[in-house]
């Protein structure tokens, strides 16, 4: 790609510059092409702090990033169930699940390799096992397969909406009916893009129902089942309802929260599938952290 440099663009920095003109790819990865010298000024290297010049030709040599393959990492895991076709994690609350988004370390994968060794491969090399995904502030129940028949038939229940999934949500406010259900399709922000949205009546099918558990002053329990298993389903809906998750800043919670929580308070409490091995209906249930629970005794006190 050939750019040239425009008089109100002159004392950018190139790195700066070119993740303006090209914002598909990430700062990060045309700093690497910068240092590898693929991003030529006038036809000579240069670094990235480089202030561009009105006039100035920028050639630039897009490159792949290198495939990322995870790598195991001694990292504790509860395990809540075990066959020899799947896996129930306990994740905790701060661990992301996979590989992306500058996160390479540290994540729920690199850590069942370290204790499974090898686990299915339909979902590729970063993301071996994993058959969906929990948020990285969202703690509970997750399913992994162990080889591809079982994460074939996983997928199959999950896509066929058979696998049950309930939530324990914490949310602002009074929510006055005893139960509920939000059924508005989910789609990307079109001005935040690191958010999801339910207000543009249309995007992606999702409903979720909800019945409330317990109420406290400024806020309610709920327990919530979710039929589809949409990008902050959950955190979204919820919010669209004017009620959002307790220290979710993301989707409108306070960003002060009496007491303060450390994350947002939304648990997987249970989930049921049917074994892929031969069709037996297994539930598996994750009890409420103990930070989630000491933060509700302070509520009720």
């Given at each position: 790609m050939?750019?040239?440099?425009?008089?109100?663009?002159?004392?950018?920095?190139l790195?700066?510059?070119?993740?303006?003109?090209?914002?598909?790819?990430?700062?990060?990865?045309?700093?690497?092409?910068?240092?590898?010298?693929?991003?030529?000024?006038?036809?000579?290297?240069?670094?990235?702090?480089?202030?561009?010049?009105?006039?100035?030709?920028?050639?630039?040599?897009?490159?792949e990033?290198?495939?990322?393959?995870?790598?195991?990492?001694?990292?504790?895991?509860?395990?809540?169930?075990?066959?020899?076709?799947?896996?129930?994690?306990?994740?905790?609350?701060?661990?992301?699940?996979?590989?992306?988004?500058?996160?390479?370390?540290?994540?729920?994968?690199?850590?069942?390799?370290?204790?499974?060794?090898?686990?299915?491969?339909?979902?590729?090399?970063?993301?071996?096992?994993?058959?969906?995904?929990?948020?990285?502030?969202?703690?509970?129940?997750?399913?992994?397969?162990?080889?591809?028949?079982?994460?074939?038939r996983?997928?199959?229940?999950?896509?066929?909406?058979?696998?049950?999934?309930?939530?324990?949500?914490?949310?602002?406010?009074?929510?006055k009916?005893?139960?509920?259900?939000?059924?508005?399709?989910?789609?990307?922000?079109?001005?935040?893009?690191?958010?999801?949205?339910?207000?543009?009546?249309?995007?992606?099918?999702?409903?979720?129902?909800?019945?409330?558990?317990?109420?406290?002053?400024?806020?309610t329990?709920?327990?919530v089942?979710?039929?589809?298993?949409?990008?902050?389903?959950?955190?979204?809906?919820?919010?669209?309802?004017?009620?959002?998750?307790?220290g979710?800043?993301?989707?409108?919670?306070?960003?002060?929260?009496?007491?303060?929580?450390?994350?947002?308070?939304?648990?997987?409490?249970?989930?049921?599938?049917?074994?892929?091995?031969?069709?037996?209906?297994?539930?598996?249930?994750?009890?409420?952290?103990?930070?989630?629970?000491?933060?509700?005794?302070?509520?009720?006190?």
């Amino acid at each position: 790609m050939r750019l040239t440099i425009e008089s109100g663009e002159a004392g950018k920095r190139l790195d700066h510059l070119l993740h303006e003109r090209l914002p598909a790819f990430s700062r990060s990865r045309i700093q690497r092409w910068i240092q590898e010298g693929l991003v030529l000024v006038n036809g000579a290297p240069a670094r990235a702090s480089r202030p561009v010049r009105a006039d100035d030709v920028i050639d630039v040599e897009p490159a792949e990033p290198p495939p990322l393959h995870a790598v195991p990492e001694s990292i504790p895991l509860s395990v809540l169930y075990e066959d020899q076709d799947v896996v129930a994690i306990d994740k905790p609350a701060g661990m992301v699940v996979h590989a992306g988004a500058g996160v390479h370390s540290g994540t729920l994968v690199n850590a069942l390799l370290a204790r499974f060794g090898a686990l299915s491969g339909v979902a590729g090399a970063l993301r071996p096992g994993i058959v969906h995904r929990l948020d990285r502030y969202t703690s509970g129940v997750l399913l992994v397969a162990k080889n591809d028949t079982a994460h074939q038939r996983l997928a199959a229940q999950f896509s066929g909406r058979q696998v049950e999934k309930v939530y324990l949500a914490m949310v602002h406010g009074n929510v006055k009916p005893e139960s509920g259900r939000i059924e508005r399709p989910i789609a990307r922000d079109p001005v935040r893009r690191t958010r999801m949205t339910a207000r543009l009546g249309e995007g992606r099918a999702a409903w979720s129902e909800y019945r409330v558990l317990r109420r406290f002053a400024r806020f309610t329990l709920l327990e919530v089942r979710i039929g589809t298993g949409r990008t902050h389903q959950i955190r979204v809906h919820l919010s669209s309802i004017g009620h959002p998750v307790a220290g979710d800043t993301l989707y409108g919670a306070p960003a002060r929260l009496a007491p303060p929580l450390g994350r947002y308070f939304l648990h997987a409490h249970r989930i049921g599938f049917r074994r892929p091995a031969d069709g037996q209906e297994i539930s598996v249930v994750s009890p409420l952290p103990p930070d989630l629970g000491a933060w509700m005794e302070q509520l009720e006190s």
